[in-house]
């Protein structure tokens, strides 16, 4: 088949191959930056499909969407638009780990997204499988199935968990794609081809269920906010607010499913065998929970809605790959879900993927200038982590298109920095999940303050239009403003401040006090000192709870901005790409393995490299440091 | 790496005449102006660069003298690093240069890792090709060094016991990263009052070993000591017993002993620096002596255990007077073993004009053949935790106890933090916590918390 006679088709600058959460903002942010693009799907139906989970955001993905939303990408509006129900989690903890999370509908969410496509300027979409793609005159031409060639400057892979695909349940496997849409099977090959190393994952996805056989009333409910929050400044706050929320609900699993389970434990692939390739620790399935934890006697699973008008309920926490019957006796074993009506049986589900450690960051790969790489294709999993990937990916290909300088995220400026840095400089041998944990500039890098970190860079590219962008400078000047003002504003030992500090559990002052020092002390909070903060400005309260969270962590907001500072100039000695590891006297031989193999891109990066030590990295920069002052 | 300001001790270690500290980075100057107080009353800064100057060396906070020395400045780039440089030369003993150190750390300055003067050096050019090329052997051999210089010290057993204390800081850590990382489990994470009592266990066993510093230099490297009396009281004879040969020399004569001589020596199984002095009194025959007697004032001052002689054949007198003087000058901390000396005459000292108890009070005739009572008092005052030494759990090093000591700083703050429900900040002071404290084993955290978390917490969602 791959061999049969292709005909010129026509051609383009930017191809994106695949139109999942990470090849839509690819597509999206090329053809918005005027590069003339083609989005390849498979299926139109499969566009921005949710084949798992029906939710965006959540802990550190939360973050990413933010991100993502401040430089111009589609995912927080597309949410915005969609949501079922809007929880801030973590709120309580600190404002560094505020997570949101909407429940979506996905078949909104999928209409939403291939409507926003087709009226995109620059932007063709058409539904065909890429098989091949093949260096062509400095660019790279792909080829359908059908034998239609394209030729373009710069090919973005996002191909998600399509590649050479299959669903495994029970004794049964096949070769399908999520939700059994048609899997890529030849785009693996023409990679390996380029001398692509290929790898297996795995993931999973659990069971989905009849709203109406369900037993409610024994369920907890877990309802929305009662203030939802959007994720984009873009969308009508209140209007976002006004819309009716959808419940969730949470029941358990008891020791007669675990019975079940470990009684049927060797018809489950994982564990017969049948699954070699690997699967994310931090979202196993329910039979490797209960052999891996003998201990704990219920699990939660949480029924989230798929969709406003759609009686299908997702069990999540049931990811399962045994057999269908076995899968039946555990979820009736279930307190509330006895009569449950299965509507989709949960499957795992083996792929294709890269090792990431191939590609520069920028995401493309070191061998292939022009070949970029996005979303569960690099190694992680997620809809955030990949619509960031896709987005980084699109934009740089299209900055290539137009001649203009590369643009790297770091570590100390966002998320999305930090998980390409992981995955390019790191590698991961799971499907990599972003986590608050991850970042170590959490306190800097919260989703309150992503407009401020990266919208520039968004206006920059041309991704976030005038209106926005003045709007968010007047919001920044609001919040120093506010900033300055407490920092300046002193009030003097009072009757009435003592009896409102003493109300609030805290200490008594006999000397005058500075508003942003009172507002230091635990358990005070903005809100609590206005009956004495007399001549406090009018101001929005995004503007208000932006000024106070800067005001109580600003000593450490400080120190991490210092660690940054130092972390950044790291950053900034760079390796030159054909610095030739073996040759350089002193390095130990693994580090020359390693480094020759990941080849990074600066003294930072080469830093993080596990197995890479800290005289390895003194040998590098005076090699380095020598050949600069030999110039 | 950084441009943070380093400092560490150049010479090698272990006793010289004079040793010396090498400040280097951007500030450089401004940290040892903090503890430097040049005679000349002028600043540092405005002192000729490249020229000693002699002045005193302060403790951090400037209140006490800790000695006197040289520093010399270099201006960047013309120095061995190419940037800011102090060195301090101060007199050799260890404890005396650990002091400087420590006062230099706590005034800014941050412990030079191995070979990171050179490394700076490197990088800023000041190194040849040569040199460059084999830099890496030199880490290399650090590196070695310091496992051959721990294989022989009791580091096994230190290691074992940082090695339980970071495995419960990895757990309290793992809980709170998995509380805060997956909100909505129930994942049976560390309740705060859990989490609190753990935090506070690990902090407190780091405070143990930090306190067994103290035991560790007693059996490594010393313990400054100094032998005070009257003229004729028996310092000399006291001095030669403990010593056990005739290295100073007896005489009746008083003021024979001129300088301050410092030997190391053992009691039991303490290693005393002990210095001995000359004699205490009013009248100076001669500005040598003089000179001897300041010297020997400041020895005793600075000691951490304090050898007081009474001569039990004489009344109390105005001379004993100075020599309580001295006693209450010491540093808080410091240790008095008051010894009665000539027990073999009669007694015609007034022990009720002494501030101790009889008790208390060790005897000592010229001749006497054995000193176990005396190495009882002092084992017994440095080796206050024998479990911990037989089990090999002390610290002998600056590097270890200032790791530990940020340690607990650290886990002071994160506990703060829960009580103030500042979890996002408390994540992030375990895991400097965890990181300074496995630096002290020279282990670096990884990603091992989070394979921590994974292991422990049954994530779903």
């Known amino acids: 088949m791959l061999d049969q006679i292709s005909f010129h088709a026509g051609s383009c600058r930017v191809a994106v191959v695949g139109a999942g959460h990470a090849g839509l903002e690819a597509a999206l942010a090329s053809a918005r930056m005027g590069v003339d693009t083609v989005l390849f799907t498979l299926s139109l139906e499969a566009i921005g499909n949710m084949p798992c989970n029906p939710s965006i955001g959540g802990t550190g993905k939360g973050h990413l969407v933010f991100e993502i939303d401040a430089l111009g990408g589609e995912m927080g509006k597309a949410s915005d638009a969609t949501s079922l129900q809007s929880r801030m989690l973590n709120l309580g903890k600190g404002p560094a780990v505020h997570s949101l999370r909407h429940q979506s509908d996905r078949r909104a969410y999928h209409h939403y997204m291939k409507i926003c496509c087709e009226n995109t300027k620059n932007l063709r979409l058409v539904q065909a499988e890429i098989c091949r793609i093949n260096p062509f005159e400095g660019g790279y031409r792909v080829i359908t199935r059908f034998g239609a060639s394209y030729d373009c400057t710069c090919v973005v892979v996002c191909a998600g968990t399509y590649l050479k695909s299959n669903i495994v349940v029970g004794d049964v496997s096949y070769s399908a794609g999520p939700d059994h849409f048609y899997p890529a099977d030849y785009l693996s090959t023409s990679l390996e081809k380029m001398g692509i190393a290929l790898r297996r994952f795995k993931t999973g996805t659990p069971p989905r269920i009849h709203a109406d056989s369900i037993r409610y009333e024994v369920c907890e409910v877990q309802e929305g906010d009662v203030n939802p929050t959007p994720f984009s400044d873009q969308t009508d706050g209140e209007r976002f607010a006004a819309k009716k929320q959808k419940n969730c609900y949470v029941v358990y699993t008891n020791e007669k499913t675990h019975e079940i389970i470990r009684s049927n434990i060797h018809r489950s692939p994982l564990y017969s065998g049948k699954i070699k390739s690997t699967g994310p620790r931090y979202c196993p399935s329910i039979e490797d929970k209960i052999m891996r934890f003998p201990d704990k006697e219920r699990h939660q699973l949480f029924l989230e809605p798929v969709g406003a008008d759609t009686k299908e309920i997702y069990v999540q926490g049931l990811s399962s790959s045994l057999p269908e019957d076995v899968q039946n006796q555990v979820i009736h074993s279930i307190v509330g879900l006895e009569n449950a009506q299965v509507m989709r049986t949960a499957y795992a589900i083996e792929y294709d993927c890269i090792d990431p450690t191939q590609l520069r960051p920028t995401l493309e790969f070191k061998d292939h200038p022009g070949l970029f790489g996005a979303g569960q294709f690099n190694g992680t999993s997620g809809y955030e982590e990949a619509a960031c990937q896709g987005l980084v990916a699109g934009i740089n290909a299209a900055l290539r298109c137009l001649g203009k300088g590369e643009m790297v995220l770091t570590r100390q400026t966002c998320y999305i920095g930090t998980l390409i840095d992981d995955l390019v400089t790191k590698g991961t041998n799971e499907p990599y999940r972003m986590m608050t944990s991850r970042c170590e500039y959490r306190l800097i890098l919260r989703q309150d303050n992503a407009d401020r970190r990266l919208m520039e860079i968004g206006y920059g590219l041309g991704l976030v239009d005038e209106k926005r962008y003045a709007e968010k400078q007047k919001l920044f000047a609001q919040i120093d403003g506010e900033i300055a003002r407490a920092e300046s504003t002193y009030f003097s030992p009072s009757q009435k401040l003592n009896d409102l500090l003493i109300s609030l559990g805290s200490q008594s002052v006999s000397c005058g006090v500075k508003l942003a020092d009172l507002l230091r002390r635990p358990g005070i909070s903005y809100r609590d000192l206005a009956p004495i903060d007399e001549n406090r400005p009018l101001l929005p309260e995004e503007a208000l709870e932006r000024a106070e969270i800067e005001i109580k962590y600003a000593g450490y907001i400080k120190r991490q901005l210092q660690q940054a500072e130092q972390f950044k100039k790291m950053e900034e000695k760079p390796i030159p790409a054909d610095t030739d590891y073996s040759a350089i006297r002193g390095l130990r031989l693994e580090a020359v393995q390693k480094l020759s193999a990941i080849r990074p891109e600066s003294i930072g990066r080469a830093s993080r490299i596990s197995g890479v030590s800290p005289a390895d990295i003194s040998v590098l920069m005076i090699y380095l440091n020598m050949r600069e002052r030999e110039k | ?461």
């Open chain 2, 1 to 461: 790496m950084s441009d943070a300001t380093i400092a560490a001790v150049s010479s090698p270690r272990g006793k010289g005449g004079v040793a010396v500290l090498r400040v280097s980075g951007p500030e450089a100057f401004s940290v040892c102006e903090r503890i430097f107080a040049p005679r000349s009353k002028r600043k540092l800064r405005e002192c000729p660069l490249r020229y000693q100057i002699y002045g005193d060396i302060l403790s951090s906070d400037g209140k006490s003298v800790l000695d006197d020395g040289l520093a010399t400045c270099f201006a960047a780039p013309h120095s061995f690093t190419g940037e800011d440089v102090v060195e301090l030369s101060c007199h050799g003993g260890e404890v005396v240069t650990a002091m400087v150190l420590e006062s230099l750390l706590e005034s800014g300055a941050s412990l030079a890792a191995p070979g990171e003067f050179s490394r700076r050096a490197l990088m800023n050019g000041k190194l040849s090709l040569t040199a460059a090329e084999g830099i890496a052997d030199l880490l290399d051999a650090k590196t070695k060094d310091a496992a051959l210089l721990s294989s022989k010290t009791v580091r096994g057993k230190l290691s074992e016991e940082i090695g339980r204390l970071s495995e419960m800081l990895l757990a309290a850590s793992a809980s709170l990263w998995a509380y805060l990382d997956y909100p909505e489990e129930d994942l049976q994470s560390l309740s705060d009052e859990e989490l609190v009592f753990s935090l506070e266990a690990i902090r407190d066993r780091c405070a143990l070993l930090v306190k067994s510093f103290q035991m560790g230099r007693a059996i490594q490297s010393g313990i400054s000591s100094a032998i005070v009396g009257k003229p004729n009281v028996g310092k000399s004879s006291f001095f030669n017993r403990l010593l056990g040969e005739e290295r100073a020399i007896v005489t009746a004569i008083p003021g024979t002993t001129r300088d301050v001589l410092e030997y190391p020596l053992h009691v039991g199984r303490v290693l005393l620096n002990l210095s001995d002095t000359a004699g205490v009194r009013r009248d100076f025959s001669d500005a040598v002596e003089q000179i001897g007697i300041d010297r020997a004032l400041a020895a005793v001052r600075e000691s951490e255990l304090v050898f007081a002689l009474f001569d039990s054949s004489r009344p109390f007198e105005k001379e004993d007077e100075l020599v309580l003087e001295a006693l209450s000058s010491l540093e808080e901390g410091s240790v008095v073993i008051p010894v009665l000396t000539k027990k073999d005459l009669p007694q015609r000292l007034e022990l009720d004009r002494l501030p101790f108890s009889p008790e208390e009070m060790l005897s000592f005739e010229k001749d006497a053949e054995d000193l176990s009572e005396l190495a009882f008092r002092v084992e017994k005052v440095f080796i206050s935790d024998e479990f911990a030494l037989r089990e090999g759990r002390i610290i002998t090093n600056v590097r270890q106890k200032t790791n530990l000591s940020k340690c607990i700083i650290l886990l002071e703050e994160a506990i703060d933090q829960v009580l103030t429900g500042c979890k996002d900040l408390a994540s992030l002071s375990l895991e400097s916590a965890l990181a300074v404290l496995l630096e002290v084993d020279g282990k670096s955290a990884g990603e091992k918390i989070l394979d921590e978390v994974f292991s422990r917490f049954c994530i779903g969602k």
